[in-house]
């Protein structure tokens, strides 16, 4: 576990009442963020599964209909509708990042979380699922290390706490994300 520079800016940006998980495909989000909302009884709201619900379709099928913008439009504007009063697990799709708008909006959500794993992990990982339009390349391994590249700093910048969910037992890291989280928010009060 590792407390991030941007928690150092805690009491700087008002901040909301959920735990927002981000971090690349893969990492663990959506797996910690159902194990985290069962653990503290908070609802638990996905901005993919929302999204998807939104256009009725999956996430290959959003992209190779209406494009990644119309995606990335859509997930903005869940992220927006997500309220930072209330108490709450976020689970955020990978690619939340790219537009530096959204870093801003996650941290006004709430405690901030990176979740992150080794690249071997990330690709067995996310080779396991064959809905990440983004890998769907000749050479997936290649373009994950890519995107992974740029995107790494992002993640970093943006998060309160690292948790390495290669390193960590599920429960151990749901432990971890809530004793510093209550950590946080006591030093914020
Ligand atoms: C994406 C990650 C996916 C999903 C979409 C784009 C990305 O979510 O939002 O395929 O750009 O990294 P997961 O991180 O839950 O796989």
């Given amino acids: 576990m590792q407390l991030c520079d941007a ?17 690349f495909m893969g990492s663990g989000k959506s797996s910690i963020g159902r194990a985290l909302a069962r653990r503290t009884g908070l609802p638990c709201f996905d901005t993919d599964d929302i999204v998807a619900a939104r256009f009725a379709l999956g996430i290959t099928e959003i992209f190779a209909k209406f494009g990644e913008v119309k995606f990335r439009e859509a997930e903005d504007e869940v992220l ?26 996650v941290r006004r959500l709430g405690f901030v979380v990176n979740l992150l794993a080794d690249e071997g992990t990330l690709f067995d990982r996310v080779m396991r699922r064959a809905d990440r339009p983004l890998l769907q390349t000749e050479n997936p391994r290649q373009t994950m ?11 970093r910048q943006a998060a309160d706490l690292e948790i390495d969910t290669a390193q960590l037992a599920r429960e151990e890291a749901i432990d971890a994300i ?10 914020a009060t």
């Fill in 7 to 23: 928690a150092l800016n805690w009491c700087m940006v008002e901040r909301g009442a959920a735990i927002v998980l981000l971090g």
């Fill in 80 to 105: 927006r509708e997500l309220s930072p009063d209330r108490p709450a697990i976020v689970v955020t799709g990978g690619g939340i990042v790219v537009r530096p708008a959204n870093v801003e909006l």
């Fill in 145 to 155: 290390i890519e995107i992974l590249r740029v995107r790494a700093p992002l993640y």
């Fill in 178 to 187: 809530l004793s510093a989280s209550e950590t946080f928010r006591a030093a």
